[in-house]
């Protein structure tokens, strides 16, 4: 039965071409847009080296201190890392990183402007990063404050136009460096690794960072899966019974371990620590999606419904020669679903377009924004959903037609 | 035959429902648009308060973890950085600032006087903020060394603010609370929209930076007027020349209209992706519309005969299909309008002028109807071109 | 092979009801071949549509094939339809988006067939009617007659034991009108019964009996 409403779908398609052409076009563009989106998500969120181990890392990404009468929300410190982040049960390695920020450098007498960032030797271990040639720096790099950096593929072409970059040195904001290794470039939207170039923290021009306990800082964990819980909880709980320095104005800090995720559903809806909302922005995308899907919808919905009712003479013959309502519904979901489908496989295909426009264009730095599987059965679950929705309200209305009327070619 | 056409409508109520949803779903994404870019174009005409060209930011780093404190020897190395600068030939004028325009953040405040009261961004800068950025008094004067003995701290105010807080009352010369201390004002600025030409800006307070004391926050941006026609290539040599007035210190150098380039492309871009978006959906629309109208018009052939046989002419056929088509989006698009003019009563929005809304709505209901009636041009063409009589006949 | 037993039909718009049938009583027996005669608006489509079960009666009862029709349920209803009754209408009703041949698969999708086993049945259908070189047009592409013999085809390719054909030859001219109606005769002959529906007495000369209406009863 599947075979021949297939059949029969495709041969209806191909005769009302005006109709499959206006419903393909919107399935089409409707997909194009959802998948760019899905793909921009997954190009932040979803484990791409070298934020391999995602499932494995929690991090503290923003932290501050409380008083009586003031209270300051910023990122970790250096020292609070130091402190209380030593020995977490369940915990492997703890890795810090400073946000990163632009600086200038006159390499040929004109300036380059590259993303600098202060990472520890412990860095290299949690994340995955893929060397070209070289490679990290290392906890006693750090230790002993060397001058060394860590180049992203596109710096290394910017300021050494020939070749390898390690053993070389590279000027940055004043400061002279020795490249120990060269690393692929990491999409811009990653913002955790994200940076053109990573020097040990202790070659900061100022240690005043050593005195801050609400700082610049993200602390990464790398935890056994196992015990991630019992690790937010003892963490919580030292979180709970520090004691800022400076009693009079700050009486306790706040913060915790989150996922990338988490951290920036908090980000959006709870900036000064009210409670991880992780459901809350989930819900957000799910309800943009569908105030987006609102138009296209309705508009698939009327072209079917023309679509079929069109035909209510073949409703008709149809119903005459046996064919019950259910039968009727099916035949019509199932031309809908094809639509979608293919509509839906036209979309992803453009996207594919749109997104390798999108990462030649430069608009988000070194954007890698593919249509990985993930993002491929998004788009494939968003056509099949969005068939069925435009599809099954007119099949319902065309199978209440009565076979006489429908006959006669008068649709109620 | 209005009531003749509303009472056919009426009949069709469930067939056109759906189309008449489709028509103010498209009216308010048409609208949102509109009344988005509309506000960019009222916003661009307006005056800056400002001149960025051939200025300069220097973006001055102590790396210290915190901007919050200084010390006097912080503002003594700002003071000989901006002379420094200044004594280059291309440099021909200096000033420090908390803030350069063009960049997020900035510090607000509230002022009080009499019982008004009136939030506002406050811009901390040296007296010669004015001669680099080429402000526009309208009335007193710019803070400088005339203030030097005044136990009261001048600031500078636009006149967006000074007609929030006096309304009518000359503001010159007026103390008034900020915080907890009395300022006193010596001027007005027409105008200082420091996120650009896009944004419509608000109200603004210059406080003064005098760098003479340690207590003050010493400027983070130097902003330096060059000669005309200075090019980038400059750019290092001006770091070479100040880098070693002041080591440990990390500089970077900026033209702002570098700065306003890629601040007006982002906030160009929710715009830019917004119009495409729209327009997709619209050419969607159209095509599903010219669908759904065709069929309509297919459908009801007979009853077009009809009318044809009882006389009436192949125009007024076409006519009266096309009436209906525009009850149709008129009695669509009227919810849609009565939400929308609800925005500027919600205040949802701040100062969203109901002009604008106005303005969008008209737009909105251009576009809506252009396409509704386009889209029905044709098939009514079609439908009225059947001879009566096999208009009649067809099944 | 269908029995109406005092059946009427009534229909409903708004507040005013029509009587289309009243008090119908009318045995068809296997292999006869009926012609249905009355004026326009005597209610010979409604009689059609009641033995077809296309609709069901307001009151009394449809017994076809020996089986009361006590169903309402659409289901049983298509079933029924399927297996036993072929339709032939005034204005052919073929469906304009398929083929001549996809058109005479119809009546055989709704029953488990494989695809093969249908398209040997619909075209052997269509050589009965003389069609065989067209299967591949489309509707549009035919004549009036060719596409009534398609519709024709359609109706006799599920090989139903009652044939209902309302003014099969309405649309024609005499030529055509009398080819069709050799079609019919020579599937009567084969065993098939038929009702037939018209208003032109010559055509109503080919049955073995007239029934007449008028106003919805039956006057012969």
Redesign the interface.
């Known amino acids: 039965m599947l075979h021949s409403y297939l059949k029969l779908a495709w041969k209806v398609l191909l005769r009302r071409k005006f109709f499959t052409f206006a419903s393909l076009f919107g399935v089409a563009f409707t997909l194009l847009v959802l998948t760019v989106a899905a793909a921009l998500l997954d190009d932040v969120f979803a484990p791409h080296p070298p934020e391999t181990r995602m499932a494995r890392t929690l991090g503290l990404y923003g932290m501050g201190m409380t008083g009586p009468e003031s209270s300051r929300t910023s990122f970790a410190g250096w020292p609070f890392v130091k402190r209380y982040m030593r020995d977490l049960p369940g915990a492997e390695k703890v890795a810090l990183l400073q946000l990163q920020h632009e600086v200038d450098s006159y390499p040929h007498g004109q300036k380059l402007t590259s993303y600098l960032k202060r990472t520890d030797g412990a860095f290299w271990q949690v994340l995955d990063f893929h060397f070209l040639e070289g490679q990290p720096f290392t906890e006693d790099d750090e230790r002993q404050a060397r001058r060394v950096a860590v180049i992203n593929e596109t710096t290394r072409s910017r300021f050494f136009s020939n070749g390898h970059a390690v053993g070389r040195t590279i000027e940055m904001d004043g400061q002279r460096f020795r490249v120990v290794g060269v690393v692929e470039d990491v999409p811009f939207l990653r913002v955790v690794p994200f940076a053109d170039v990573w020097v040990p923290i202790s070659t900061a021009r100022s240690d005043s960072y050593k005195r801050e306990y609400v700082g610049d800082f993200f602390a990464l964990v790398l935890a056994d899966p196992a015990r991630m819980d019992e690790l937010r909880r003892e963490f919580a709980a030292r979180v709970a019974a520090a004691r800022p320095p400076d009693p009079h104005t700050f009486t306790r800090f706040y913060g915790g371990l989150e996922s990338l995720f988490e951290f920036v559903s908090r980000l959006i809806f709870a900036p000064h620590f009210e409670e991880a909302h992780t459901g809350s922005l989930l819900g957000v995308l799910a309800g943009l999606a569908l105030l987006f899907m609102l138009l296209p919808a309705i508009n698939l919905v009327n072209l079917n419904l023309s679509r079929i009712l069109e035909r209510t003479g073949e409703i008709g013959v149809r119903k005459a020669f046996g064919a019950s309502s259910w039968t009727l519904v099916g035949q019509f979901v199932v031309e809908s679903l094809v639509l979608s489908l293919l509509g839906g496989a036209l979309g992803v295909l453009l996207s594919g377009i749109v997104l390798w426009a999108l990462n030649g264009s430069g608009l988000i730095p070194y954007a890698q924004l593919t249509l990985n599987p993930r993002v491929f059965l998004w788009g494939l679950a968003f056509s099949a959903a969005f068939g069925l929705l435009s599809g099954v309200y007119p099949a319902w209305r065309m199978s209440r037609l009565h076979p006489v009327e429908a006959l006669r070619g008068r649709p109620q | 035959m209005i009531r003749h056409l509303l009472k056919l409508v009426w009949h069709r109520k ?2 056109t429902g ?2 008449m ?2 028509i103010a ?2 009216f308010l ?1 048409v609208f949102a648009v509109a009344l988005f870019a509309l506000r960019c174009v009222a916003n661009w005409r307006r005056p800056l308060g400002f001149q960025w060209q051939d200025v300069w930011v220097v973006n001055v ?6 901007d919050d404190e200084g010390t006097a020897e912080d503002v003594a190395r700002t003071r000989q950085l901006l002379a420094e600068a200044r004594s280059l030939p291309p440099v021909v004028a200096t000033a420090g600032a908390l803030i350069a325009p063009y960049q997020i953040g900035g510090s607000y405040g509230v002022l009080n006087y009499q019982n008004r009261s009136a939030r506002m961004s406050v811009i901390e800068a040296t007296d010669d903020f004015a001669s680099v950025a080429r402000l526009h008094l309208v009335a007193g004067r710019f803070f400088g060394r005339a203030d030097d003995g005044s136990n009261v701290p001048p600031v500078v105010i636009n006149q967006r603010l000074a007609r929030a807080l006096f309304e009518g009352v000359d503001p010159l010369g007026k103390v008034i609370g900020h915080g907890q201390r009395p300022v006193r004002v010596v001027g007005v600025i027409d105008e200082f929209r420091q996120f650009g030409e896009l944004l419509s800006g608000g109200n603004v307070l210059f406080e003064r930076i005098t760098l003479a004391n340690a207590d003050e926050r010493p400027p983070r941006r130097l902003m330096l007027r060059m000669a005309p026609g200075t090019t ?2 400059y ?2 040599e001006l ?1 070479r020349r100040l ?1 070693p007035v002041a080591p ?1 210190w ?1 500089l ?2 900026q033209p702002l209209a570098a700065m306003r380039h890629s601040q007006l492309r982002l906030q160009m871009a929710p715009l830019v992706v917004g119009g495409v ?1 729209a327009g ?2 619209l ?3 159209a ?2 519309l ?3 109208l ?3 018009v ?2 009801r052939t007979r009853e077009l005969g009809l009318r044809r046989a009882a006389g009436a002419s192949r125009a007024a056929v076409h006519r009266q299909v096309m009436l209906e088509l525009v009850l149709v989006t008129s009695l669509a698009v009227v919810p849609a309008l009565l939400l929308v003019v609800q925005l500027p009563l919600l205040s949802l929005f701040e100062d969203l002028e109901p002009l604008l809304v106005v303005a969008a709505a008209a737009t909105a209901l251009v576009v809506v109807f252009a396409l509704t009636v386009s889209c029905g041009l044709y098939p009514s063409r079609v439908a009225t071109r059947l001879a009566p009589a096999d208009a009649l006949r067809w ?1 | 092979m269908i029995r109406l037993e005092d059946v009427s039909k009534n229909y409903r718009t708004d507040r005013i009801e029509t009587r289309a049938l009243d008090g119908i009583q009318l045995t068809v027996e296997r292999g006869e071949f009926v012609a249905v005669m009355g004026p326009s608006g005597c209610g010979k489509t409604t009689l059609l549509n009641l033995m077809g079960l296309l609709d069901v009666p307001s009151a009394g009862r449809v017994v076809l094939d020996g089986q009361p029709v006590a169903t309402r349920r659409d289901r049983e209803l298509s079933r029924l339809r399927n297996e036993k009754v072929g339709f032939i209408f005034q204005s052919f009703h073929l469906v304009p988006d398929l083929t001549v041949l996809d058109n005479v698969e119809i009546p055989l999708l709704y029953r488990r067939l494989a695809s093969r086993e249908r398209r040997r049945l619909a075209l052997a259908a269509l050589d009965r009617v003389g069609l065989s070189s067209r299967v591949h047009h489309f509707p549009t592409q035919l004549s009036g007659g060719q596409q009534q013999r398609v519709a024709v085809a359609r109706a006799f390719v599920g090989r139903p034991q009652l044939l209902l054909a309302d003014e099969p030859t309405g649309n024609l001219d005499s030529t055509m009108g009398e080819e069709i109606l050799g079609l019919l005769a020579a599937a009567n002959t084969a065993g098939t019964t038929v009702v037939m529906v018209t208003h032109d007495t010559r055509m109503a000369q080919h049955a073995h009996r007239v029934v007449r209406l008028f106003d919805g009863r039956q006057v012969q």
Do not use: H, I, K, Y
Request: aromatic share 4%; no cysteine; net charge negative.
């Open positions: 469930r067939s759906l189309l949803l489709e779903v498209s994404v780093d102590t790396n210290a973890s915190t980038a290539a750019e290092p770091v880098a440990g990390s970077s150098v978006v997709f959906l050419l969607m629309v095509l599903g010219l669908g759904v065709w069929q309509n297919t459908r099944e």
